[in-house]
């Protein structure tokens, strides 16, 4: 059974910088894309990033593009989301998940385990 428990999350001020992580157990971590995404209140879940199993290939939505950095350290089964210029629109619950695919994608579907999420939330 794979686990994910994601970390890092908080209240931060608009423009400000959070780094969420989130930590794999139960199987091997390497050989999966893994991917952010996050909640809003009343909204549906929104893809944010996802990364391939080398760290080769990132995927970022047009929101968070040029403001969040995916990585991954295999050794340590570990995503890490750097969150930079944050804005209030950002704040939600932010899950990562792990897919078994080849290419990072979007679609939340295609994601099969969740962790339990981190709550961002930024202060205008």
């Known amino acids: 059974q794979v686990r994910l428990v994601e970390s890092g999350g908080g209240l931060v001020q608009a423009g400000g910088s959070l780094r969420l992580s989130c930590a794999a157990s139960g199987r091997t971590f390497s050989n999966y894309v893994m991917g952010w995404f996050r909640q809003a209140p009343g909204k549906e879940r929104e893809f944010v990033a996802a990364i391939t199993w080398s760290g080769g290939s990132t995927r970022y939505a047009d929101s968070v593009k040029g403001r969040f950095t995916i990585s991954r350290d295999n050794a340590k089964n570990t995503v890490y989301l750097q969150m930079n210029s944050l804005k209030p629109e950002d704040t939600a619950v932010y899950y990562c998940?792990?897919?078994?695919?080849?290419?990072?994608?979007?679609?939340?579907?295609?994601?099969?385990?969740w962790g339990q999420g981190t709550q961002v939330t930024v202060s205008s």
């Open positions: 998940a792990e897919d078994l695919a080849v290419v990072p994608r979007e679609v939340r579907y295609e994601y099969d385990y």
